[in-house]
């Protein structure tokens, strides 16, 4: 019998991951595009972990949130350990998506003419309608692309949360990481099964996103 | 747009509770009288036979469940070193154990060089070659010969060693593909894409598609020593240590054999 | 309604500077595209920030560097009518206007409705921004703007997203909307005609420097500078030397010239109007000279006539005249008269 904890651990990671990982981006992409100074770096920093290969961002984060360090040392007080557990691999997954979505995201913004929202301000729209009547509504179509990007991504996410989250069957082991120790243990026809499970499901995934998507953009205003 | 992110807000409450929920559960769990889980973070090329290990432990010991965590040993150790919480750790090589015992990870006095592993030339199951031995490996009719690479993959550490101490290392740089792990080199192998390669004693006996050829000649190559130990977190001290001594047992002696490794 | 504007804003290619009070009345900035006359009005907007100077609206200060206030553009009560209407895409015209005005569903459903009515938009209330022309995005942008508490109306290359036909008939509108904000509006514009038809007071605006206001009228018959001639339409244009108390010599087109007032001696330019220039049968006098046609070309209602003094490898002459008048002359070889009243003249 097949053990569905994999399946199961990688769709609540993602789900969990890509959830938080969509606010956040948003929130950064509107947060950077209003910043007057230190825009790039700041834009530098967040976009580091899609050029990083995984593994380094997963010691990365051993070196950030494991106990040597101070946020470590602070989480122990709270008697709450992050290395090798399901909490690990949702920061791992977001850590390595988040780009995806705050890059889209602010393309999304930019594209927008600054005019309609120079123009809002100056009918005295505060800059929170602005923000959730005008400018969500009309980028829409560019955060949701965000969205299926980020989620894509830590559906197939494998280095940083082996690294960080460790390969725990049960606890941390996603579909990524099944297939990994399958092959690890010489069971190909397991690590066969899992390879065709992810295919299968990222298949289905993008095909009813696409489908949804395109039932999204045909919607008219 | 609102709806979808009320949605979405609900979707994260949920799974992070549920999420959170089995987290809960397995801290709590030692309250009760359910079984003892216990936490074994191994090297990969471990994964079959620890897994075996395992089953055959279990049914002697049925109030011990044990959870594995296969990875590199080097991403194992700096996991360990930053908090990552674990019982016992199985490593491929010295070097990480070292790494932990001097970072005072370990739980004093449980370390033991369990196994030892030997390195092999292996060629397809249909080879024609008529290989026998690694000096044969500087022979002109070879192409493309798998090891792993030396500047990042143990394997080819020792198999560097061994083609140095050879006084063939030079002769094979144009024709070495670097694999970036062992399983690597013996897929080539296996596949014929190569035609030979240089791997683990315990690799080569899990695959039928490759025959061992020769072995590294004594004393060409550092030993290769799997040493395991109980850190020094360990909730379970006591079942951990006897884990351990489980693995060093006679019945595990025959497991470990069956896949290739010699016991110390 | 008073307006006060001094502003200082470094901006790449150069400084913008502009000093200009209006009261009650259409004031037009004249310039090129990209000479900070859009930049003026984001700075008055509250759309981006000045780097130095004030501006004070009826007595309340929306920005002033030295005492460090910046009112947001949500505070300034600034009507701003974007070039191409910046209308919300994902709301209809009817949520457009609702948008942008306090909750206060029972009051607001009438004084949509009478905006809707107002700009001929009633039947479009339901329809998206997309679905609209231009004329009617314009409108209903107009109508969106009058739904808020704006004091005074800034008008940002208003017809220039317009099919021409479109545009005299907006104009007309617009020449009605004015009267509601107290004739208080800045009209931003390369376009001569609009302003001359538009503004009571005009100022042109060169490379981020804007020059002093003039009263339109005043600005378009007599302007006194290099860059205000060549905005207000003016083609013919030559460097220029004082002769005596009445007369000039045009140095690119090798000709003295007579003129009405008395020239001063920094002058530095001359011009005349193309359609000012007016033929003769044969040298008579001052300011009459033989010419050579070099090219004629043929516009919607008049002719262009590209004209030479005679014998001379100059700078050519634009003359423009009607179709029946050049019909029935058609030479090669003119006589061309310069009335001194349109003479010209420049001194920077």
Redesign the interface.
Known sequence: MLDWNPLIITL?TA??AT??T??IGIFLAYGVMRMHKGQGLMDAIITLPLILPP?VV??FL??L?????FI?QAL?QWDI???????AA?IAAIVVSLPLMYRTTRGAFEQL?P??I?????????EW?IF???L???T?QGILAGLVLSFARTIGEFGAT???A???????QTMSTAI??A?????YALAEKWAAGIILFSLLFILSLNHWLNRQTRK?? | MKKFFVLLLTILILTASVGCQQQLATTTTPEKQSPIELHIAAAASLTDVMQELAAVYAQEHPEVTITFNFGSSGALQQAIENGGQTDLFFSAAAKQMNALEKSGNLLAGTRKDLLENSLVLIVPQDSRLELNAFADLSRPELKHIAIGDPSSVPVGQYTEEVLTNLGISDDLTAKAVYGYDVRQVLAWVATDEADCGIVYATDAASTPQVKVVAAAPAGTHQPIIYPAAVLRDTKHPEEATAFLAFAASEKARAIFTKYGFICK | MELIVSLEKKLPAFTLKADFTLKDEVFALLGASGCGKSMTLKCIAGIERPDKGHIVLDGKVLFDSEQQINLPPQKRQIGYLFQHYALFPNMTIAENIRFVMPPNTAHNDKTIQKLLNTFQLTDLADTYPAALSGGQQQRAALARILATPAKILLLDEPFSALDSYLKGQMETELMDILPAYGRTAILVSHDRGEVYRLADKAAVINQGKMETPQNTKDLFHNPQTLAATLLTGCKNISRAQRIDDRHIYALDWDLPLKTVAEPSSQIKYTAIRAHFLTAQEKTAGENVFPMEVVRVIEDTFSYIVMVRPQGKAVKPLRWELDKQQWQQLKKTTLYLYLPPEQIMMMNS
């Not at chain 1, 092959?183 to 069971?187: C, L």
């Open positions: 609540e789900v969990t959830t938080i969509f606010f593994t997963g010691f051993l070196l949130f494991g106990k040597r360090s470590g122990l350990h992050l290395v090798f557990t399901w909490p949702v003419d005019n309609i120079y123009a809002a301000r100056t009918l005295g729209v505060s309608r959730w009547h005008i969500l509504p009309n829409r082996i690294m960080f460790g390969n725990i069957p049960g606890h941390t990994y120790a092959v690890q243990a010489n069971d008219a205003f």
